[in-house]
């Protein structure tokens, strides 16, 4: 029904005269028109002209949402196109990486490897009070730092294809904080550990899941000298949390969306900017997520979660 309202229909009766339908595919309605001013009835003319505006009006709303849905894909089509260009940025960069790592990994690993041993054993050898003992110890933390370049830049170009174990999250946990032990002291670092009752367990390679721990304690270590680290585990059941506070200098709020980039540091000369980005690497082929917050003066928070794994 299109015009004129007969006067028993029920939409007459609320004051109602004229009904044109809008006829849009895709958003179907009505345009009701109440008495003119005059209290007289529409003329023909009149009634044409509001046929036709109810079809202009149904071009209208078709247009409308044309633009909104062409708005929402343009958006959308960014949001891919700016994607896409950072996983090609990133496997650009992967590629260089792993033509690098080829190539410094036997020149430099093993003459490192050499020399520090030589050095430990020298160390180990020689009397407490010797004076030379503090020299080579510094020595010796220096190649290691060398050495933590070379493996930073070997971790970024490996494709993730370690075999994964079931792994009590604990376990690398400890093996880096042993590793980490005389920076600790070095730093005078107050830890505190607070595990939970039960062994939570994950499924991955506790080398690669070392590794992660090694590289954020290393941080929290270098930006909290004579403060406080602490580091907690939570079995969520389906979950397992990693929590570890600093009560170092913070980061401003600009870094934390860079930290995770590839050669993004703030300490100039002193790494690549590979520590964290390896870490959120290794986080995702692990099927986890990592959180950070941070402010600075304040401290830092890193919270990785992991999927639990039955025992």
Do not use: C, W
Not at 15 to 41: A, C, Q, Y
Request: hydrophobic share 40%; proline share 4%.
């Amino acid at each position: 029904m299109e015009g004129l309202l007969h006067p028993k229909d029920p939409l007459f009766s609320s004051g109602f005269r004229l009904l044109f339908s809008i006829p849009s595919e895709r958003l179907p309605s009505v345009l009701l028109l109440g008495e003119k001013r005059e209290m007289r009835v529409f003329r023909g003319e009149e009634i044409s002209v509001l046929s036709l505006l109810s079809n202009h009006l149904a071009l209208s709303f078709d247009n409308a949402l044309n633009f909104r849905e062409l708005k929402d894909l343009t958006a959308s089509l960014e949001r891919i196109v700016e994607e896409r260009t950072n996983e090609l940025v990133r496997s650009e960069s992967l590629a260089g990486l792993g033509r690098l790592a080829a190539g410094v990994a036997h020149e430099l690993n093993n003459p490192i490897a050499a020399v520090m041993s030589t050095l430990e054993y020298l160390r180990d050898h020689m009397d407490e009070a010797d004076p030379l003992r503090d020299d080579l110890s510094f020595s010796l933390n220096e190649l290691g730092r060398a050495r933590d370049m070379v493996r930073s830049l070997l971790d970024t170009a490996r494709q993730g294809e370690d075999v994964k174990e079931p792994t009590d999250i604990h376990r690398p946990i400890e093996h880096a904080l042993r590793v980490l032990g005389a920076e600790l002291k070095r730093k005078k670092v107050r830890l505190e550990k607070d595990f939970g009752a039960k062994a939570p367990y994950v499924l991955g390679n506790p080398s690669r899941l070392a590794q992660v721990f090694i590289n954020i304690l290393k941080n929290a270590i270098d930006a909290t000298e004579g403060g406080t680290i602490r580091v907690e585990t939570a079995d969520l059941s389906a979950a397992v949390k990693v929590r570890i506070t600093d009560t170092g200098e913070g980061m401003e709020e600009s870094h934390l969306r860079e930290i995770f980039r590839p050669f993004f540091t703030t300490k100039k000369g002193k790494g690549l900017g590979l520590g964290l980005f390896v870490v959120r690497q290794i986080v995702d082929e692990h099927g986890g997520t990592i959180e950070v917050k941070s402010k600075k003066g304040e401290g830092t928070e890193f919270s990785l979660t992991f999927p639990a794994h039955p025992r």
